[in-house]
Every structure is written in C-alpha cells, then in structure tokens.
C-alpha cells in the first residue's frame, strides 16, 4: 500500500543520497520525493511517498531512523493527514477547444499562470486524486507538457492527539 | 592555541585514548605523517596493503574492546579500506578509518588519486564524514569515535582534504557529544523485561542463542549467571563463540549450517528461543519458515533494525545485551526467590541423549593428517585459552567446531562477509594489542594467500603469530560445494602451484615448519610455539575431507548430512537428491 513519510533531517550536504540510498539498495522505488527548508534552518523535511507492505514498510522506517542524520520519521500514513502537489500543466489551445478548457479549469479551481497563441500553461494545487483527476480531463484536450512537484503532507494535528483520529471530525477545506 | 590541521587529527586521537594506528602514507596525508614523525604517544604500524590495515584495526578493536584506527591514503588507499570497511560493518565492530582527499578544490575534478570514498563508502559503514573545514576537524573526530564505540559497533570514515591538514586553527577538543539523530537505547523496556522473565521461567525447552551483541556489550558474565540458574542450554553463533565457556556443560557450541547435531535438534525443538545480540541470519535458521516451529522468540538486540528483520518475535526487547540480560537476571532471581534450578531437567537429558547419538567427531587417520586433528591438537595444547583468528571456508567451520573457547574476545574471524584474506592480519592486529599473548592464525591455503604480503609487517614490528594453513590445494568449501551440489565439477577450485610455504616464511625471514603425516604435527605445534617469531606452518592435510554436520543451504536445520554420500554405480559421488535443487537456487 502507498505511504507517505515524513522525514525531518540534518540541513547538510549528502543527506538527501544516504535517504535514497535506503530505498535504491533494496530494490524500492521512490514514487515521489519533496525536500525544503524548515521553520529551523539547520533541518530540512523530506517528504517520500513509496509503496511496500507492511513489513517491507516497518524495515525500511527502522532503517531511516538508524541513519544519524536523520532526526525524526514520522509515516503519516498511519493517522490523519493533509497532502498537497502542485502541477503546472501545458496545453494546446486550438479555438474550439478553449471553451471546454476555460470549464475544466473552473471546476477545479486551477489557475492559468501563463498564455502564449497556442498553449496555455496552468497550475493547479490539491492532493493527488484531485490533480490527477484535472489531468485525466484535461487530456482529451491535448498535453504538452506536464510537471509535478513531489507530494507534500502534514499531520493534522500534534504526534500525541494524532493516535486519537476517531474524535476528530472531518474540515471542511476552505478555499 | 592554533595547531595546525594535521596537529590536531594527532591531539585528538590522543585525547580519544588511540595508542596504536595501522595504516600506509601517501601524498595527501604527508601533513598528518609529519606530525606523526617522532610523535612518543602514538604508534604506528605501516602495513603493505592497506585492506590489511583495516582488518588489523578491526582486530584490535575486537580484541581490546577500544575502538581501532586505521590512517590511509586518498584514491587507492581509500578504495582499498573498502573490504575491510564492509566486513566491519557486518560484523559490527568499532573502527575509524581516516582517509586522506585531495585539496577541496580539486575535489569532483578527477584529480590525481582522487576517488569519491565518501560516496563510495557510504552504504558500508555506520556513517562517514567529509570534513570541509578545519574548524569542523576536532569536533568530526569526536563524533566519529563516539558514533563508532556506542550502539551498535560499526566502522566511521572520515575524510580529511589536504588542504584541511595544512590550514590552522583554534584547538579545543570537546568534551561531549550530542547528535540530535543518534540516541541508541541501552536500557530494555522493564514490561518487556517481565513478559520475557515469564516466559522463561515458563517454558520447558528454552535456549539461549547468543550472538556477538552479547561479546561486543562484555555481557558474558550476565549470561552465564542467567544460563546457570535456571539450567538454559546456550548455543552461540559463529560471531558468538567465546561468549561462553566452550567446556561449560550448559554449552551446545555453534548452530546453524555447520552445527552440531545435538545443536540444531535443540534449536529445532525448543520451545522458547531467547536470542541475545544475535541477528538470525540465513547461515543460522536455514530455511526460515522451518525455523523453530514450536517456539516462543524472546530477541534482544540493541538495534531495532534486527528485530523482525528475518523472523516474527514475540516478544522484542531493544537494548544493550548486557543491560538488558542484567535485569532479566534481577527480575528472574526475584521470581524464584534466588533459587537456582538444580538437577537435569528432562530437556537437559533429551539433549545429551542427542548429544551421544551423534557427537561432533572426526575419524582421525594414521597415514593422512586430517584439518580437525590439527586444530585439535591446537586446542588441546592451549586449552581455549589462545587469541584465534581464522579465515573462511572449511577450516574456519572446524575451527568453530572444534575449538572450545574459553572466554570472550579470543576468537576473531570474518562472519557477516566471509572476507577469505582476514584471518593474518587480524592475528597482527590482536598481536599487537597484546604482545605477550599466543595468537594462532587457522587459515587454509586459499585464504593466506590473499593477505600473505604482511609477512613483512609481522617481522618489521615483531609480531610473533603462529600461522597454521590448513593446505588441502583447494578452495575447500567451494570444492565441498561441487561434490555435493554440482555433480563434482570441480571448476576452479582446484589451487595450482601454491608456493613452498617453507621457503616462503624464510624469505621473509620467518620460521617455515612443514607436516606431512599425523605424527609429526605434535612436534611441529612444539616448536612453532616454543620460537618467538613469527612461523608458518604447512599443514598437509587430507584435500578430500568435507565440514560436517552439513545443513544444505535453503534446507530446515534439523535436516542434517552427516557424511558424504556413498558413491554411485559410476564411481562420482552421488548428491542428496532431495536438497539439490533448492540449496542451488536458494544458495
């Protein structure tokens, strides 16, 4: 099953390389990996999303709590969390087209971030079922070009209130 | 005080307490080496290959219970250490390995003897470090010393450019180190500790199965008191022997591929398993989901990683070996009131019955020296009491079997990689820890050869180890391997033109002693340990004798072959039909 996990390291050169050589020497993939500053400037967060059973998963967390630099691993999976990916997608933009594009972009609140004669490029925000859902419509239209950003995630609340998920009711999303 | 970069590695190691470092110079480190010359407090041994250097350093670490030093070279030196670095890592032992890199300017340019160690060590050791600035050198060490001794022991690189040995700066060596990342627990979970204490005082048919963890934390005296008062079988691991007594009468010896039978009969059949610093590798449980079926697992290691690594536990305790067999002792004694079980339990009696319908032997030969018999009349003459190192392969497995060890951190051998090279310069290295000391190297003749060059090391720096080959001309365990799996093609096993082993100590100046028939070995032991020099001896031993007991790889422990199959119509051995194709693919 898929999982996302969080990783709070040693801002410090060769890092990232020990991380992902965790997951390269045992024959893992990374399906989609995201690193930036935090709040500290001398640690960063990595955030991995990656697939494997549950002991597979249990070995490799082991693992990246065994590299010195890295300080807390935290998988989200486990509770409730939030996730984000931004894409920003070219398309074709022939005349008969642009009505239907100008619609999909609405409905999903995407953002038309730049516009050329021909393409329009877009970003769109949200977790990975609603940019992968944009793509789908988009695709009949014509892709040109497509770049995503790694996922980013976040618990919802604290490590200690984060065991007790049931209580918790469901946010609605603002806009 | 401002020192210089090379100044400062030589304070710092000082300050660590290193007395002896293993190494060889080359162009980046001449800086260090300057201030090493005439340098009273440290010692330097100059070996002839750098892959020796780590394994003296490792040897050292593992005799003395210190952490080893090795000092190389940039480029070559550094890709040599390699080998070494991984075998440490394996058999998670104490060392800091200092490599010299070209000027960080350089550094990614291809520069002369320039090779990417960090990156290329980095999977192989607990950590490494590239220091970038002369201001991080003194901390670095610290770090790397600390990160190297505490845990689980493993091998720490640290690269220093040139540059940095050469700049200057203010010299303060710390006096603690905090790594927010690194927090090993040593103490086990008291609910853990008392679910595990049940346990054991439930079970009918526990054993103890102890690893190196147990050797690497000094908690054999732990050990033995638990094992002693509630009457536990122990049976220890190739890395383990020597945690306890091999004499004691609790002791079952090693398990696992070349186990004895009684051993693995008792592993196979118990019904608590408590495994103490051992990490339930394949050469141990055979085929996993046949491992002890009918047991409870009690696993205490100090690194989570272990646990749940091969096999389900049940009842996991993360922890320093010793502290945590320390309170399961306290807690057990407190259940039974300070009372130590007296008396053969039924298990004890099953197994000694074990023990008489099969014991480890050996048909020894009136005309042809047989391996066990020299490593027997090797162990009868010192009575488990010398520094063993050994290499890998056959002689290795009868060294393990054959050699009752008396205590901890006598026997140094290379379990985790099988690094065939190991077994010389480890005696070296624990020789030099303790001059005074018998330190006997077991290798086979495939295996001396890897490392033989430290020859002149021993004579330079008067290391008097007593080296036996075990000389059958063939990789034997790979030649046991065809005979048994392979039909008998014997494929590149067979070691042509060996040299004069005789001639070859006494090119180096050594003492060469040759044995050809059993009732020359005695004599030969005589005079090889009365010299004080470093001797080879050529055993001449029967090429065609295979390890036994044998679990065919893949094959469930309690599946043992006993001998060599009987020959067929057409005069080749035959194979044990039934194992074969698995052992191949699972091999």
Redesign the interface.
Known sequence: MERIISLL??NKF?VL??VA?LFS?RGFNIESLSVGPTIDPSMSLITIVTEGDE?IL??IT??L????????VVDLTENDFVERETTLVKIHTRTEDRAEAFRIIEIFRAKIVDSTPTTYTVEITGDAQKVEAFINQLRPLGLKELVRSGRIAIARDDAKAAGDHKRRQVVVEAK | MKLTGAEIFVESLKREGVKTVFGLPGGVVLKIFDVLYGEKDLDFVLVRHEQAAIHMAEAYARATGKVGVALVTSGPGATNTVTGLVNANLDSCPIVVFTGQVLTSLIGNDAFQEADIVGISRSCTKHNYLVKHVNELAQTIKEAFYIAGSGRPGPVLVDIPKDVSMAMAEFTYPDKVYIRGYNPTYEGNKWQIKQAAEAILKAERPVLYVGGGVINSDGSGELQSLAELLNIPVTMTLMGLGAFPGTHPLSLGMLGMHGAHATNLAVHNCDLLIAVGSRFDDRVTGKINEFVPHAKIIHVDVDPTSIRKNIHVDIPIVGDARAVLRDLLAQVTAMVGGKRREGKTPWLTQIATWESERPLTYKADAKVIKPQFVIDMIYRRTRGEAIITSDVGQHQMWTAQFYKFAKPRTWLNSGGLGTMGYGFPAALGAQRAFPDQLVVCITGDGSFQMNLQELSTAMAYDLPVKVAIINNGYHGMVRQWQQLFYDGHYSASRIECGPDYVKLAEAYGAVGLRATEPHEVDDLLDEAFAVRKPVLMDFQVDPYENCYPMVPAGGAIHQMVYEDPQPEAGGRPSTPKDTQKESISLA
């Open positions: 390291v040693e060769g390389v020990r050589g020497a002991r249990e070995q082991k693992q709590n065994k590299l010195i630099d890295v300080i807390k």
